[in-house]
């Protein structure tokens, strides 16, 4: 593709979609590239009860919704297609896919976050598997096992309280020596019977064609056990999917965040940025806003 589109949207979350909305009803020809499904983490939410004006929509609904706006709008979304390189060429901002080439005039980066993961032996075996880095799936696979949910914040322990209600035994495995979930959540999981096992690291994954038993550290006292479970919740939370912007100059502070202005524009210009790669935040529309913002300001670039 060589000619020049005014737009090109890397990521398909909320403020991907978002950025995607504003700009066609700009005026903006605009092309959105995801390299999963549109809604990235927004899809595993069952229930959201904190985005303005509704009271209660499922990540897949609002995602739904968005999407069929901006497709209504006129942007085109492109889905299955990784982004595996942003250059320049001929001083023309070049963006190379899992699928094809193209030139863009503005670029809004929404690259979302990653799952982080312990890193630690049987891990990589095992992903995939019996091993999840995301919300509890709406189904029966962890009826009657021992599951081990690692973590401390709201997904965690999101997690293991809607585990209670389908395994028979649920660990919550965190390394710090308290939770750090909001305080709501983490009442009712103390009161709940999910087994908290605190100030505990996890050091190996362990089993054959499945897993049959974590190897846990007390932190304390330094004793080592082993601990029999049948599936593994790994919920350290994310960490942002900056490295394709690093690469083309894009300044990124320590914790790997893409750096922004209050307009989203980044320290290139004609580049942009939005949502949790930009700010670690958790909430839809804090990136939805963002998503406007920053196509607002690509609107403004261009005109």
């Not at 032996?121 to 029966?140: H, L, R």
């Not at 082993?226 to 942002?240: A, Q």
Request: with cysteine; aromatic share 6%; charged share 25%.
């Amino acid at each position: 593709m060589s000619t020049e589109i005014d737009l090109v949207i890397i990521g398909g979350g909320p403020a991907g979609l978002s950025a995607a909305i504003h700009g066609t009803r700009l005026g903006l020809e605009t092309v959105v590239l995801e390299s999963k499904n549109v809604g990235g983490k927004v899809l595993d939410i069952r229930t959201i009860e904190d985005y303005p004006a509704i009271r209660k929509i499922s990540g897949m609904e609002l995602i739904s919704a968005m999407k069929k706006q901006a497709l209504e709008n006129g942007a085109k979304i492109k889905e299955l297609e990784e982004v595996l390189k942003i250059d320049f060429f001929h001083g023309k901002k070049r963006i190379v896919s899992s699928k094809d080439m193209y030139f863009a005039k503005t670029i809004i980066i929404a690259t979302g976050g990653k799952y982080k993961r312990l890193g630690i032996p049987g891990e990589e075996k095992y992903a995939g598997k019996d091993i999840f880095y995301s919300i509890v799936p709406s189904n029966t696979l962890f009826k009657g096992k021992r599951v081990a949910v690692i973590g401390n914040g709201d997904i965690a322990v999101f997690n293991a309280l809607l585990l209670t209600n389908i395994a028979e035994t649920v660990y919550l495995i965190c390394s710090d020596d308290e939770l750090r979930a909001s305080m709501f959540p983490k009442r009712k999981v103390i009161k709940s019977d999910v087994d908290i096992l605190q100030s505990t690291d996890v050091t190996a994954i362990i089993g054959d064609r499945t897993i049959k038993k974590i190897t846990l550290v007390d932190k304390i006292t330094n004793e080592t056990k082993e601990l029999e479970v049948d599936s593994v919740f790994i919920n350290l939370g994310l960490e942002p999917e900056s490295d394709i912007a690093r690469k083309i100059g894009v300044a990124i502070d320590n914790n790997k965040y893409i750096i922004v202005d209050k307009k989203q524009r980044t320290n290139i210009p004609g580049v942009f940025a939005a949502g949790y790669v930009t700010n670690g935040v958790l909430k839809i529309a804090i990136a939805v806003g963002e998503g406007t913002m920053a196509a607002i300001s690509a609107y403004e670039y261009l005109k």
